[in-house]
C-alpha cells in the first residue's frame, strides 16, 4: 500500500481502537487490488498495451471531471459524503462519542482524481 489513499486510510482505520475499521479497510484495499488485477486481465488486452490503456483512462478521467460541478448542479449526480451518518449511526450502537477527526473525511473529487492528479480545471 502507498502512503497515501488505501494506506492513509487504513492507518486512520487502526487508529480509531476499532477493529472493524481496520479490518473493513483491509478488504476495502483487497477489493482495489481486485480491480487491477481485473484491468491487466480484461481491459488492456482490449486496448492494447499498458501505456494506451493509461492515456485512454486519463482521457477518461478528464473528461468526466472537466464538467464536474455542471454535472452535480444539474441533479446528475449528488456526490454525497455518507461517511459521516454512517460513522455516528456506528457510534450510537457502540456506544461511543464519534471523533471530530474521524467525522472530518471527506474527500470528493472536484479538485483530485482518484488516482490522486490534480483537476486543473478546479485548481
Known sequence: MTKTG???EWEIGVESGIPLIATLQDYDWADEVLHAQLGR???I????????ALDYGDR??????SNWE?????GLTEHANWWPNIYRQAC???GIEPDPKVL??????ARARADLKEVASSA
Open 104 to 109: 472530518n473525511y471527506n474527500v470528493t473529487y
Open 6 to 8: 488505501k494506506r492513509y
Open 45 to 52: 488486452p482490449q486496448i492494447g498495451n499498458w501505456k494506451e
Open 92 to 94: 450510537v450502537t457502540w
Open 60 to 65: 477518461c478521467w478528464t473528461r468526466i471531471l
Open 41 to 43: 486481465q480484461w481491459y
Open 70 to 74: 455542471a454535472v452535480k448542479e444539474q
